[in-house]
Nanobody, 129 residues
Framework: QVLLLETGGGLVQTGGSLRLSCAVSGRTFSTYSMGWFRQAPGKEREFVAAISMNGDTTRYADSVKGRFAISRDNAKNSAYLQMNSLKPEDTAVYYC??????????????????????WGQGTQVTVSS
């Protein structure tokens, strides 16, 4: 059983920064492509960022490009989301997700949430104006 645990959420002022972490246990982390998604109150969950198994390919939603950075440390079985220049519209529950990538190339990234096999429980990020 694969478990994902997000940490690092909290309350921050506009323009501030937070770093979310996603610890993965139970399987070989290096075979997983990872993604971050978020869900604001009253809205559907949306894609934020994704990173390939080997970490050499990343993808971002237009709304966070240039402000957020996704990374991973396979030795620590963890993925990260560095969030800078935060805005009130970034307020949401942030979810970490993983897809075991057995058949595609190590540089593959995925944006649809339906492509992900496992999910964390989420961490709240609130940006005050």
């Amino acid at each position: 059983q694969v478990l994902l645990l997000e940490t690092g959420g909290g309350l921050v002022q506009t323009g501030g920064s937070l770093r979310l972490s996603c610890a993965v246990s139970g399987r070989t982390f290096s075979t997983y492509s990872m993604g971050w998604f978020r869900q604001a109150p009253g809205k559907e969950r949306e894609f934020v960022a994704a990173i390939s198994m080997n970490g050499d390919t990343t993808r971002y939603a237009d709304s966070v490009k240039g402000r957020f950075a996704i990374s991973r440390d396979n030795a620590k079985n963890s993925a990260y989301l560095q969030m800078n220049s935060l805005k009130p519209e970034d307020t949401a529950v942030y979810y970490c997700a993983g897809r075991e990538n057995l058949f595609h190339g190590p540089s593959s990234v995925y944006t649809p949430e339906t492509m992900y096999d496992v999910w964390g429980q989420g961490t709240q990020v609130t940006v005050s104006s």
